[in-house]
């Protein structure tokens, strides 16, 4: 926190008191790797908040383990590129900030990485779904959508089966149980149409993008 690394920021918020209290803490017993790495987070936050962004982190103290399509960067965007805003980081104005962020040629769609050519759909409400993804439009399940890769949204007719009834359950609306099923519920009827394409707005730039 005293070293050279973090001199610039010394300026715009004072280290003593950050380095007495990770002094107190790990004499107080707590584990000395984990607790200096906190500390200095924190100290960094701030730092950046400020608009200092400091590189501490390396491979070897206090790395951070990101997940598969990501990879660390200690001042990346706080604006990461989505599917449905692949410019976000160009016009950014917030403070940088450290995380696992998107590799190159990958943006968020919801809160994974994906190939830009993954990117889902987006309905009539600018309500985005990923690839896959299945909702109802309608409060009475008379409608059934999936998310399609190339063809877009794909909408069907549908019918709750004798034992289901639409509503609402964990939040998330659909043909519920309402007893034990004898037999297969009723699948959608013919009636079906499709709607835009995945969104597949153009790559901005060569910027990372953060995924927390």
């Not at 000395?32 to 400020?50: G, S």
């Not at 200092?52 to 990879?71: A, D, Y």
């Not at 809160?111 to 109802?136: H, I, K, L, M, R």
Request: proline share 8%.
């Amino acid at each position: 926190m005293y070293s050279g690394i973090f001199k610039e920021c010394h300026g715009k918020i004072p280290p003593e008191n950050f380095f007495d209290n990770c002094v107190y803490d790990i004499c107080l017993g707590g584990e000395h790797d984990t607790t200096l790495c906190l500390a200095l987070q924190t100290y960094a936050d701030l730092c950046a908040q400020a608009g200092i962004c400091v590189e501490w982190r390396n491979n070897t103290f206090c790395p951070m383990t990101c997940g598969s399509n990501t990879h660390y960067e200690g001042c990346g965007t706080s604006c990461p590129a989505t599917c449905t805003d692949q410019s976000a980081p160009n016009l950014c104005h917030l403070p940088a900030a450290e995380g696992c962020f998107c590799d190159p040629g990958y943006v968020l769609s919801a809160d994974t990485c994906v190939p830009v050519s993954q990117c889902g759909c987006v309905d009539a409400n600018d309500q985005y779904y990923p690839v896959g993804e299945s909702w109802f439009t309608h409060l009475n399940c008379t409608e059934h959508c999936t998310c399609l890769a190339n063809t877009g949204i794909n909408c069907t007719g549908w019918m709750c089966g004798a034992l289901e009834t639409c509503g609402i359950q964990d939040g998330e609306l659909g043909c519920h149980l309402t007893g034990t099923p004898t037999s297969t519920p009723t699948m959608p009827s013919s009636t079906s149409r499709t709607t835009t394409p995945p969104v597949t707005p153009p790559l901005p730039g060569t910027e990372d993008i953060i995924s927390y």
